[in-house]
């Protein structure tokens, strides 16, 4: 898990660190193994495809839909600066 945190936070925009880092923060306790192995492969996409499907600009292919992505798309776990 410490390898994927590092991952997830280490993507090379802050846009994507904020956005696939924070979903690992929020969600990643609570994740079973199956879930942790779709974040692990999810992880292989480009960031570009990764947040054009979490705001919704890109349809999300068929193979990453259901409720990791749901989760993704919530964009509730991301800071927002006030």
Request: aromatic letters at 12%.
């Amino acid at each position: 898990m410490k390898r994927l945190r590092f991952r997830a936070w280490h993507r090379g925009t802050k846009e994507a660190d904020l956005l696939i880092g924070g979903f690992f923060d929020t969600h990643s306790a609570n994740w079973s193994d199956q879930e942790v192995d779709w974040f692990e492969t999810l992880l292989e996409e480009q960031d570009v495809d990764i947040m054009g499907w979490a705001i919704g600009s890109i349809a999300v292919p068929a193979r990453w839909e259901g409720p990791m992505m749901t989760q993704l798309k919530a964009l509730g776990y991301v800071p927002v600066a006030e």
